[in-house]
């Protein structure tokens, strides 16, 4: 008998956590599982989702409190015979559980960061009431201690599963060759890049600040930004301060991540906060070598001095010397970047997370006959 899994999500998009759930609902085994997606508003998620046959419905929330969103969402799960429930993030988890609760559907419940959730009273005892109804998944180890520790949780209640990305096809030479010279990167140039959205958490103004460090020792190098985000003109004001114009370049929302990743001869992720960072996963899959903050999860991706380099955060001196030993000892980036490779494709696939959760789905079904 086919289960239908629904999949619950806060946020519409792009980002990490939406590359996850979009995924996730298009890589289930079709014999055995049915996905449905629902979110609470339009976005990026829905369109990837229905361009691979996710049948998607919106249901606009005014919040935790808000009843009738409670409603219609139940007569949903009637409507689609939901067997159970995928919520990721704060407002899908604790709302999806409150319905999932009433209609005795067991709900997986997905934490991917550490936004706002540990900060008011009112929502650490949203998600240590999550914790004991439904199921809950941390995507790291950081994060599930982290969430014992500021919630209050029971850490036997709470299941780590890491993301995981596709072996991606290795874009043809023809594409990179044509993206490099749309994007006016000098030839011969060496090429730093950064895929995240412009927000604080991710840091980029910590790499600016290291570039003009980088450009004494490796002259000819080139950075870029992939991603959109509410500090975008502030970034850009900051590189012009710098004299870094020429030097730097922000590409905003882009669909060819692969062709982008194939430019790079080393990815750099300088965040502040990370619950396991998709981004440089597809870095690793793609054969680059990272250079990565010591934040969240990304310890337990980056292996320090073996698949990359792992700096501390807001350092932006020490993150520029070992750009400069990476950029200067190609032997080392190499390897680095072959054993990252190894690394991602081994614990870090697609494949190994979408069995992982169908096992925990078949669990939670098992259990709630």
Same mark, same amino acid.
């Given at each position: 008998?086919?289960?239908?899994?629904?999949?619950?999500?806060?946020?519409?998009?792009?980002?990490?956590?939406?590359?996850?759930? @979009?995924?996730?609902?298009?890589?289930?085994?079709?014999?055995?599982?049915?996905?449905?997606?629902?979110?609470?508003?339009?976005?990026?998620?829905?369109?990837?989702?229905?361009?691979?046959?996710?049948?998607? &419905?919106?249901?606009?929330?005014?919040?935790?409190?808000?009843?009738?969103?409670?409603?219609?969402?139940?007569?949903?799960?009637?409507?689609?015979?939901?067997?159970?429930?995928?919520?990721?993030?704060?407002?899908?988890?604790?709302?999806?559980?409150?319905?999932?609760?009433?209609?005795?559907?067991?709900?997986?419940?997905?934490? &991917?960061?550490?936004?706002?959730?540990?900060?008011?009273?009112?929502?650490?005892?949203?998600?240590?009431?999550?914790?004991?109804?439904?199921?809950?998944?941390?995507?790291?180890?950081?994060?599930?201690?982290?969430?014992?520790?500021?919630?209050?949780?029971?850490?036997?209640?709470?299941?780590?599963?890491?993301?995981?990305?596709?072996?991606?096809?290795?874009?043809?030479?023809?594409?990179?060759?044509?993206?490099?010279?749309?994007?006016?990167?000098?030839?011969?140039?060496?090429?730093?890049?950064?895929?995240?959205?412009?927000?604080?958490?991710?840091?980029?103004?910590?790499?600016?600040?290291?570039?003009?460090?980088?450009?004494?020792?490796?002259?000819?190098?080139?950075?870029?930004?992939?991603?959109?985000?509410?500090?975008?003109?502030?970034?850009?004001?900051?590189? &012009?301060?710098?004299?870094?114009?020429?030097?730097?370049?922000?590409?905003?929302?882009?669909?060819?991540?692969?062709?982008?990743?194939?430019?790079?001869?080393?990815?750099?992720?300088?965040?502040?906060?990370?619950?396991? @960072?998709?981004?440089?996963?597809?870095?690793?899959?793609?054969?680059?070598?990272?250079?990565?903050?010591?934040?969240?999860?990304?310890?337990?991706?980056?292996?320090?001095?073996?698949?990359?380099?792992?700096?501390?955060?807001?350092?932006?001196?020490?993150?520029?010397?070992?750009?400069?030993?990476?950029?200067?000892?190609?032997?080392?980036?190499?390897?680095?970047?072959?054993?990252?490779?190894?690394?991602?494709?081994?614990?870090?696939?697609?494949?190994?997370?979408? &069995?992982?959760?169908?096992?925990?789905?078949?669990?939670?079904?098992? @259990?709630?006959?």
């Amino acid at each position: 008998m086919i289960q239908t899994i629904l999949f619950l999500s806060t946020s519409s998009g792009p980002g990490g956590a939406e590359r996850v759930i @979009s995924n996730l609902a298009t890589s289930l085994d079709p014999a055995r599982y049915r996905a449905v997606l629902c979110l609470f508003r339009q976005g990026w998620i829905q369109e990837r989702s229905e361009s691979r046959g996710v049948r998607t &419905h919106i249901i606009p929330t005014c919040g935790m409190t808000d009843w009738r969103w409670a409603l219609r969402f139940r007569r949903l799960l009637d409507e689609e015979h939901v067997d159970l429930i995928h919520a990721h993030e704060f407002d899908a988890n604790v709302q999806g559980a409150f319905v999932a609760a009433i209609c005795g559907i067991p709900l997986v419940a997905t934490v &991917h960061g550490k936004h706002y959730f540990w900060e008011k009273c009112r929502r650490r005892l949203a998600y240590r009431w999550v914790s004991r109804q439904a199921t809950m998944v941390a995507v790291s180890e950081d994060l599930k201690q982290f969430i014992v520790e500021n919630v209050g949780a029971c850490p036997e209640r709470i299941t780590v599963l890491y993301n995981g990305v596709d072996v991606p096809m290795p874009p043809r030479q023809a594409e990179v060759d044509a993206c490099r010279k749309e994007l006016r990167l000098p030839h011969g140039d060496q090429i730093v890049g950064v895929v995240g959205n412009l927000y604080p958490v991710k840091g980029h103004q910590y790499l600016i600040e290291g570039i003009p460090a980088v450009l004494k020792k490796c002259p000819n190098t080139s950075f870029i930004f992939a991603g959109r985000g509410q500090l975008e003109k502030e970034l850009k004001d900051q590189v &012009h301060r710098l004299g870094l114009d020429e030097r730097v370049h922000f590409l905003g929302l882009r669909q060819d991540i692969s062709t982008i990743l194939a430019l790079l001869d080393v990815f750099v992720l300088p965040s502040l906060s990370e619950g396991l @960072s998709m981004a440089i996963l597809e870095a690793m899959m793609a054969g680059k070598p990272v250079i990565a903050t010591r934040v969240g999860g990304n310890p337990e991706i980056v292996l320090d001095g073996e698949t990359g380099f792992l700096v501390p955060p807001r350092d932006s001196q020490t993150l520029a010397d070992q750009l400069v030993t990476l950029l200067t000892n190609k032997e080392q980036a190499a390897q680095f970047a072959a054993r990252g490779k190894r690394r991602a494709e081994g614990q870090f696939s697609l494949q190994t997370m979408v &069995h992982a959760y169908q096992s925990l789905y078949d669990k939670c079904l098992r @259990s709630n006959p």
